[in-house]
């Protein structure tokens, strides 16, 4: 027997109307790549994506025909979020820090029919549409009175007079919510990348659970600052949860830096901040000389790489604002776990409470995960054992694009490549990257708390550890630093620091200081560019 409720397909465009409706007024903040702040608002918002859809109409793009953007966060951007899934085609958002081959070959792989680029950008478009075979329109992200008159890109529009005359109602379409609604390739270390193809049902079921009050924890109420890219992973899925509660959106636009953040959090009231380790690692630089505080901000979700225990203490102690440490991947649109405090742990003492809120937290509804030992058999959730981090859930993948690299999945469940434990009460902690993970005499050292303990001293500003190879131990870890500008610290002090922080056999065997550590497109460490880079390193004798 069926139940007899009604069966309404779960699309994108039911966020943007829902927004409009609901929430019309609140408002769309953006700092654009003219250095100005504009605003809008939901309705504004959902107005112009209408007139984005028309535009793709004009141009006979089909059902799940493909349209990029190379974009920062932007009222623009998010327009073409609704415009393009609304009307039913693949919003394929590109991540601008990729090398230009691997742009165009990822834009040829997707089959994209048009491209939108912010002026920033242009030198790349102009780089690459060459090579790009099946855009058939490019799209600045700009005022008519800004597109470059001889940019040597044949049909280059501005978005303003490509979407200005367009009418500003349109009936969205209706069709099957397992739609393809977008797509972001996975910033892959070796051989090409492979796409995520997202559906409308996996985006708007993401959106609900990221909205609940022990994950994203958004509503009406806040105004949401996405320091993290709607070029990767769709900002965590931020735009979509917004448009689903309400919320007052802040967009940086290219300005990442400290000051800039600092200035729109204050100017914006902005109450909640998402972002990676390394923008609110500028952001706490530029506030600590100058004695800055915050007025309205209130809690920060971080997540992308793990979240040093420093940072933590820093916003939680120094400032009063709490620390939501997240984690997920593309491949999971991104939301896998976020580490929020149960009740009981409410009257533990700080110290305790600190180590819960170093794991990356609990699986949100919808996201089943388990760790598992070489032979795929499950490990014990004590809090201690490692194992590989398999996930399954309905916002996960399936498939790749196109099928590349076969049947990801071992018995219906998604490998992370990542490797972790999970205790008693269900909260997991990354201890690596499986690949990264350093084998010593045995036993697994994690890089991630031997990374942590280096960028807790106030000397050192960034921390890699890699496992070198050792004739006894198999592996030893070596730690590379960046110091901080002006900072002093010998190889001696920072091994000594680790004296009573870890255990003896997992404090490494050398320091290698460095000018910059190599970061991925996503911000992540290149571990392999590292490894590398000391491939003609020699550990010292003990
Ligand atoms: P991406 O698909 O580029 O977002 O990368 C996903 C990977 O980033 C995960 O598989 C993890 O290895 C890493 N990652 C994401 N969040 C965290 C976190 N909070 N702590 C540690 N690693 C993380």
């Known amino acids: 027997m069926l139940g007899l409720m009604q069966s309404q397909p779960m699309l994108i465009s039911g966020l943007i109307d829902h927004a409009e409706r609901h929430h019309g007024d609140a408002e769309i903040v953006s700092r654009r790549v003219e250095g100005d702040i504009h605003r809008s608002t939901w309705a504004g918002i959902a107005v112009r994506s209408r007139q984005v859809a028309h535009a793709l109409d004009q141009l006979n793009l089909l059902f799940s025909d493909r349209v990029a953007t190379l974009a920062w966060n932007g009222y623009r951007h998010l327009e073409l979020y609704f415009g393009v899934s609304g009307s039913g085609r693949v919003l394929h958002t590109i991540n ?6 691997q742009i165009a070959w990822i834009a040829n792989h997707a089959d994209d029919q048009v491209l939108c680029f912010d002026m920033t950008f242009l030198p790349l478009v102009q780089a690459v549409h060459a090579r790009c075979k099946t855009i058939r329109q490019y799209v600045a992200l700009c005022d008519a009175d800004k597109l470059p008159p001889d940019s040597g890109i044949p049909g280059l529009v501005s978005y303003e007079a490509w979407i200005g005359g367009q009418p500003t109602s349109y009936e969205w379409p209706t069709f099957d919510e397992n739609s393809a609604s977008s797509m972001c390739y996975t910033s892959g270390t ?3 990348p492979k796409a995520a193809l997202y559906s409308h049902r996996s985006t708007t079921l993401h959106a609900f659970a990221a909205a609940l009050p022990d994950v994203m924890s958004l509503s009406a109420r806040d105004s949401v600052l996405p320091v993290v890219p709607m070029f990767h992973v769709n900002a965590w899925g931020i735009p979509y949860s917004a448009a689903l509660t309400g919320c007052k959106l802040v967009f940086p636009g290219p300005a990442m830096d400290g000051k800039s953040i600092y200035e729109l959090i204050e100017a914006e009231k902005v109450s909640y901040a998402a972002g990676v380790p390394t923008v609110w690692q500028m952001l706490l630089g530029h506030m600590k000389p100058g004695g800055l505080r915050f007025s309205t901000l209130k809690r920060t979700v971080i997540g992308g790489s793990a979240c040093p225990p420093a940072m933590i203490s820093a916003f939680n102690d120094d400032y009063g604002v709490e620390v939501l440490h997240a984690w997920g991947m593309t491949e999971m649109s991104p939301l896998g776990t976020l580490c929020t ?20 937290g609990r699986a949100i509804y919808g996201v089943d995960m388990k760790i598992v030992d070489g032979d795929g058999q499950p490990l014990p959730w004590d809090g201690k054992t490692y194992g590989d981090l398999y996930v399954k859930g309905p916002w996960i993948v399936r498939e790749y694009f196109k099928g590349e690299g076969g049947d990801p999945l071992v018995d219906g469940w998604f490998p992370t490549g990542d490797v972790a434990t999970i205790d008693a009460e269900g909260y997991m902690q990354i201890t690596d990257r499986s690949k990264d993970v350093i084998k010593s005499g045995g036993e697994w050292i994690s890089s991630i708390d031997v990374e942590n303990i280096a960028v807790a001293h106030p000397a050192i500003a960034m921390a890699a550890c890699i496992g070198m190879a050792h004739p006894k131990w198999d592996e030893r870890p070596v730690v590379v630093v960046v110091k901080k500008p002006g900072a002093q610290v010998t190889r001696e002090e920072l091994l000594q620091f680790y004296q009573g922080k870890t255990a003896k056999w997992q404090i490494p065997d050398d320091v290698i200081f460095v000018e910059a550590i190599p970061l991925g497109a996503t911000g992540k460490i290149l571990k392999t560019r590292l490894r590398e880079q000391l491939k003609d390193y020699a550990l010292p004798a003990a």
């Open 96 to 101: 601008p820090r990729l090398h230009p081959d």
């Open 190 to 192: 070796t051989g090409h």
């Open 341 to 360: 405090l149960k009740n009981r742990h409410l009257d533990l003492p700080p110290a305790e409470q600190m180590k819960i809120r170093l794991k990356q």
